[in-house]
């Protein structure tokens, strides 16, 4: 009896019996039909991701070898030897080899590997055609590769893609495509601080900083002064006045000295800590000034900018707002300013020593010995 006979005989037995029972040995069926469907197409999936895993195994380290060969020998290749050479390790030049190509390439990068031969592989293996595609995908997971892959190998020809998408009704790929934009963009990279919405996490710190080290390699950091003053997201403005610090920006003096009178403690406290960073040892009275009518966050902030700017003349200060201080936290923080304040405060710290008693002698052993516990 062929399958088919004997499927329609199992229909037929199932016509005898009550409507009931038919209901139920029909949905029986369907259930064991598609769970014998589902078992298969998961077996399958799973033989191919295998299949996908030991190509990418057999092959990365190939690749990786032939492009060190390229990027970073005095060997000379032509574009075609790079195409040939490739295809002879991957057999395929497809979608999946050329994400091999690319992880390779972004691993080199982000290892901070320098050679003038990336654009070379990048054309020989139509590498930038490829990346475009994955931005008009369907799949957000393939948009978000795109903003990533083409912002590590520098590929300023998507500006005009990265923008498209900054407007997305999707917020991920939204602020992704902004923040890439900053990133790969010459020509007015700034434009998003101005719609900004919401507080910037840890993440969202980490990502913007990279691309701002991208732009400042670039000599375009010039406009970053503008946006402390003109954005309306206090979040971001704590972050750039961060960012003036750590790239040693200059000609923002008076911005920064304006935002002492913000009403926002974060924005202030930012402020004086960046002071400290651009060594404007001119500001040090003002600050000392400004301790007696400033919150913690901001009075621990011109302890630790007077602590950087070193300068011999504020040890009497920290002596006496160690002694007036009612806060644990802050008083470890003074006394650690006093130790590190130069070979009079190395002084001054001894003496503190020895003539103070209770807990502050013990707030000064903690800070004198980290490691060793006092009662």
């Known amino acids: 009896m062929g399958l088919i006979e004997w499927f329609l005989s199992i ?39 295998k299949r996908r895993k030991k190509i990418i195994d057999n092959n990365v380290p190939k690749v990786k070898k032939l492009f060190e060969d390229i ?15 490739f295809k002879d390790i991957v057999k395929k030049v497809n979608n999946q080899s050329l994400n ?15 050679s003038l031969k990336y654009s070379l592989i990048i054309k020989s293996l139509n ?8 931005f008009d995908s369907s799949s957000n997971t393939e948009k978000m590769s795109a903003f990533q892959e083409a912002f ?27 923040n890439s934009h900053l990133a790969i963009s010459s020509n007015d990279p700034y434009r998003f601080f101005d719609d900004f919405e919401g507080i910037l996490t840890k993440w969202d710190e980490i990502e913007l900083m990279q691309y701002l080290k991208l732009q400042n390699t670039r000599g375009n950091l010039d406009g970053l002064g503008k946006w402390i003053n003109y954005s309306k997201s206090e979040s971001l403005v704590v972050f750039l006045i961060k960012m003036v610090g750590f790239f040693k920006q200059k000609g923002i ?6 935002k002492l009178e913000d009403d926002n403690a974060s924005i202030r406290a930012e402020s004086i800590l960046t002071l400290g960073e651009l060594n404007l040892k001119d500001t040090e009275p003002t600050l000392i000034e400004r301790y007696y009518i400033e919150p913690e966050i901001c009075q ?12 011999g003349k504020s040890l009497f200060f920290l002596q006496e707002i160690f002694l007036e201080s009612n806060n644990t936290d802050t ?27 209770g807990f502050d002698l013990t707030i000064l052993k903690h800070v004198e010995t980290p490691l060793i516990k006092f009662k």
């Open 11 to 49: 229909v037929y037995k199932i016509k005898t019996y009550p409507f009931v029972i038919q209901v139920t040995a029909v949905l029986t069926m369907v259930f064991f039909i598609s769970i014998l469907i589902l078992a298969i197409s998961v077996q399958r999936i799973r033989r191919k991701e």
């Open 71 to 85: 990027l970073f020998s005095d060997k000379i290749f032509e574009e075609n030897e790079i195409f040939d050479n």
């Open 100 to 114: 091999i190509a690319i992880g390779v390439l972004v691993d080199f990068k982000n290892k901070n590997k320098k």
């Open 127 to 134: 590498i930038t055609e490829h990346i475009e595609k994955k």
């Open 152 to 178: 590590v190998l520098d590929l300023n020809k998507f500006d005009s893609k990265v923008l498209y998408h900054a407007y997305s009704k999707n917020k991920r790929i939204r602020n992704e495509a902004r």
């Open 253 to 258: 003096n008076d911005i920064l000295l304006e």
């Open 300 to 311: 621990i902030a011109i302890i630790k900018t007077i602590t950087k700017f070193n300068t």
């Open 331 to 357: 008083k470890k923080i003074i006394a650690g300013a006093i130790l590190n304040y130069g070979h009079d405060g190395k002084i001054a710290f001894k003496n503190f020593i020895n003539s103070l008693k």
